[in-house]
């Protein structure tokens, strides 16, 4: 049977992104606690609802540094929190009463239970019920605003099973521009973003535009990647990919620490199949400096010295301990610019594209391995693939809308970090 723990880690890598926590001040006893951590816009958060967020994540193992993961989690909520207060929505008892015993259900936990587990770590039960009345007021907003504009096509849906049939796979060619979303360019990228999807209309311009702007390392080749097999592309990415006919480019996508733009240079039908990623494990080494020829001569030096995920434990043990970790997510739930560089990679394969903390950081990432989803049922039945397609590509359509739309909350936000 399932432990508690490895319930509620189950449950954090669903719903990390829609973690709220606002804990009562029956609850705080350390002085200072109250006192004001950040400002989003005029919205408080306190040193005591980081301190809740941060022991929270350390309980359940989370991946990334838990201090700066609390801070930008916190963050995101108020942003979200803001524009749900401006739609004037607000979440019925019963509505959030349900939503409580639907999200401990993923655990297999009745709300009690779960609200019983979470309190033995500390985590009050207010906790609980102010998150799941964010995420449903933050969900019905989403719907609102960008659920007719999710819409599926019958004809997406035919395109999607002719390049995700069983009896086949295929594989696809795209040209990437990666703008970074850092605090003192993330307005400016996010509105270059917008401006070069709407005027790109051919692949010089494209890569052009790519050479001028884009942080990825593929600048140097007009953005241009090879050909990758469709199933290893991140969900958000391939849902726009398959509406789309070479030449065209997606809207901004969100890959979390970026906004990225594809552009779709070709299809093709392979004799092998090529089932869907569910799950991704990979590791990461962070090595100070950022990506300077030094760090990267040092990445190389790694790279040449460990050839497993297994082996990066015998360095791991003389670094800090926030700057090695192996992390195994369901791919829905990889941060989207570590998403988009593991889809180039196979097993034990890796890239130093990326970097954290305003660039502070280069990250080592290594691709452990990934675990393929095959379309049937728990019978191992053929399942009803247009229905699942229909419902895949609304679900990644929404969500990408969604990000980019919090992407915009955060580029016009206030905020000020004591």
């Not at 989370?62 to 993961?69: D, F, R, V």
């Not at 009745?110 to 009345?133: C, H, L, M, N």
């Not at 494209?206 to 097999?229: C, D, I, K, Q, V």
């Not at 609304?394 to 016009?412: G, H, K, V």
Request: proline share 6%; charged share 25%.
């Amino acid at each position: 049977m399932m432990s508690i723990h490895a319930r509620l880690t189950r449950i954090f890598a669903l719903t990390l992104a829609a973690l709220t926590f606002m804990a009562p001040a029956a609850h705080a006893q350390q002085q200072g606690l109250f006192q004001t951590a950040i400002t989003v816009n005029d919205m408080v958060i306190t040193n005591y609802e980081l301190q809740q967020r941060e022991l929270f994540l350390n309980i359940l193992r989370a991946p990334g540094n838990p201090t700066i993961e609390a801070r930008k989690g916190l963050i995101d909520d108020r942003l979200r929190l803001t524009a749900t207060e401006r739609a004037g929505i607000t979440p019925a008892e019963a509505q959030v009463l349900e939503g409580m015993e639907e999200f401990a259900a993923r655990a297999n936990l009745s709300a009690d239970e779960f609200i019983k587990a979470i309190g033995q770590a500390g985590v009050a039960p207010e906790t609980f019920r102010d998150f799941v009345a964010a995420g449903l007021a933050w969900r019905e907003l989403v719907q609102g605003r960008f659920g007719a504009r999710s819409q599926v096509t019958e004809p997406e849906i035919d395109r999607a099973l002719a390049l995700q049939g069983t009896t086949g796979g295929a594989r696809v060619l795209l040209a990437e521009i990666v703008l970074p979303l850092a605090p003192p360019v993330a307005e400016r990228n996010q509105a270059l973003a917008q401006r070069l999807s709407e005027t790109i209309s051919s692949e010089s311009a494209f890569s052009a535009a790519a050479r001028r702007y884009s942080a990825s390392p593929t600048r140097g080749r007009g953005g241009r990647l090879e050909w990758l097999p469709l199933g290893n592309v991140p969900p958000q990415i391939r849902a726009a990919v398959l509406t789309l006919a070479p030449g065209e480019v997606s809207p901004p996508l969100s890959l979390g620490n970026a906004v990225g733009l594809f552009q779709l240079r070709g299809l093709e039908e392979t004799e092998a199949a090529s089932p869907e990623t569910q799950a991704l494990e990979y590791a990461t080494v962070l090595f100070p400096g950022g990506r300077t020829p030094e760090t990267l001569a040092k990445a190389k030096e790694f790279e040449t010295r460990y050839d497993t995920c297994d082996d990066l434990y015998t360095p791991a043990k003389d670094l800090p301990a926030e700057y090695f970790e192996r992390t195994v997510l369901p791919t829905a739930d990889v941060p989207g610019d570590i998403a988009l560089e593991l889809a180039k990679l196979d097993s034990n394969e890796v890239s130093t594209a990326l970097t954290r903390q305003n660039g502070e950081f280069l990250v080592y990432l290594m691709l452990c391995g990934r675990t393929l989803d095959l379309p049937l049922d728990e019978n191992g039945e053929e399942i009803d693939l247009r229905s699942q397609l229909r419902e895949q590509l609304y679900n990644q359509r929404i969500t990408s809308f969604a990000d980019s739309y919090l992407e915009e909350l955060r580029a016009d936000a206030i905020i000020v970090e004591q």
